[in-house]
């Protein structure tokens, strides 16, 4: 395992529906509520606790989105920090289970 | 354009029904004067089809859901319901009276992320409480049931709805929603039961109270602009829709029946007939409200009011015309403005006498 990987899960403390490619999230916690462009939609759907972000990042954004691997990944991991702050993911550097996210 | 503005303009032109208005129950252990139900409880769904529903409304994109009643409380399983709708990531606003909701309920109800309990308090006064509610006593548990979900950290509104009974109590009831640190809301609206009966809209305030609620700042914010003089018609307004009803709000009665709105009882199809997806896509009855653009709307789309005007097609139906003007509405307008509405000037009585007192006003805080 890469020690410095990043592993995202979805927490169970939010709302979430889809709105054709868009995403829209509402943490329970605070009430703020995001609307994902289809990128973010990508990585949301993907955050699994179990799949390194760099992966999803190569596999999901990279070649879907015809996107630099660095710049994706940079964009990313602000991406994923923003989510992060409000309780609607968890970032850990090992895999987790979602009921460990949760 | 805000994101909930951007959210509903794109879930109207994607037909997704984003909010959804499901009653799991017409019991209730309130008996409140101006009630608009009947309280059957015979044929409701059972835990497995609102579960069912749920799971669909889910699938069909919905976002926001009101679970109410009746008092949903009333049914065993409704924290099993409500833990399946989080489960599917709805967000979940729960409407009760809250006289049931003890210590290990209002922790359940945090725990769930519950993200509102919207709660009916008629007044600062447990005498004029418990006398709209027919249930002595009410004010008080309602009031111990506040405090609870307060001090659980839960998200809570008090409505106040406005009638004959607790006439010119709202600014205290306003008051005592600031010391309880929850959010207040006004509401003026009377609507005609389900079943057509309209005796309940006698309870309804008069047209000078209305008049004086409006021009009231702690109720409405800044009065000059809530009270603005009217603006153009432009074509945007013409090609828009009254309301969300039908468009991305639906209705499910606990007989499983769908409706554009709680407030719009025009049946368009039973969920132990047709799967949701089936009913929101295909029913003519939803198809036809979708059709109706404010330009096609033969009275209100030619009035002063139209570009702000709240019409609510629900009751416009319930007065015979969906395409009609709701004359509650009107009744609004002309209290904001002291003008009177296209439909109030072709009957001849520019200035209503006796109001009903019903109107309907939302986001007033």
Known sequence: MDATETYIAQSPDIAATTLGDDTIIMSTRDSMIFMLNSVGTVIWKAADGATPLSRIVHENVCEEFDIAEDRALTDAKEFVGQLAQHGILSVSTAPVSAKEAS | ?365
């Open chain 2, 1 to 365: 354009m805000s994101l909930l503005e951007e959210m509903n303009q794109k879930a109207t032109a994607l037909g997704i029904p984003l909010s959804a208005h499901l009653d799991i129950t017409w019991r209730c252990n309130e008996r409140c004067v101006h009630c608009y139900l009947d309280h059957e409880g015979k044929g409701e769904m059972t835990t497995e089809e609102i579960k069912d529903v749920l799971r669909q409304l889910s699938e069909c994109g919905t976002f926001f859901l009101n679970i109410s009643g009746g008092e949903p409380l009333l049914r065993r399983d409704c924290f099993a319901i409500l833990e399946y709708a989080r489960a599917l990531h709805l967000n979940v606003k729960l409407k009760t009276n809250a006289v049931m909701i003890g210590p290990s309920e209002a922790a359940r109800i945090k725990q769930l992320g519950i993200e509102q309990v919207q709660i009916s308090l008629y007044s600062h006064l447990p005498e004029v409480h418990d006398t709209i509610t027919k249930l002595p006593g009410s004010w008080r548990r309602t009031i111990d049931a506040i405090g609870r979900l307060k001090a659980n950290g839960v998200k809570t509104s008090i409505t106040n709805v406005l009638m004959t009974h607790n006439s010119g109590q709202a600014k205290a009831v306003k008051r005592l929603a600031e010391e309880l640190g929850v959010s207040f809301v006004i509401d003026p609206t009377i609507t005609p039961k389900l079943n057509g009966d309209r005796s309940i809209m006698r309870l309804g305030i008069s047209s000078q109270e209305l008049e004086e609620v409006f021009h009231t700042e702690e109720f409405v914010g800044n009065v000059g602009e809530f009270c603005a003089p009217l603006s153009t018609v432009d074509e945007d307004v013409l090609e828009g829709y009254s309301c969300s009803a039908g468009h991305t709000l639906a209705y499910i009665s606990p007989f499983a029946e769908v409706f554009p709105c709680v407030q719009f009882p025009m049946p368009c199809g039973s969920l132990r007939k047709q799967s949701f997806r089936e009913i929101w896509w295909q029913s003519a009855a939803l198809n036809e409200l979708r059709s109706v653009h404010v330009r096609d709307l033969h009275t209100c789309s030619h009035c002063t009011h139209t570009a702000y005007c709240t019409r609510c097609p629900g009751l416009a139906y319930m007065e015979g015309d969906f395409r009609g003007p709701s004359s509650r509405d009107c009744e609004k307008s002309y209290a904001r403005t002291g003008v009177p509405s296209a439909a109030m000037s072709r009957a001849g009585n520019p200035v209503p006498q006796h109001s009903s007192g019903l109107v309907q006003i939302s986001g007033v805080q």
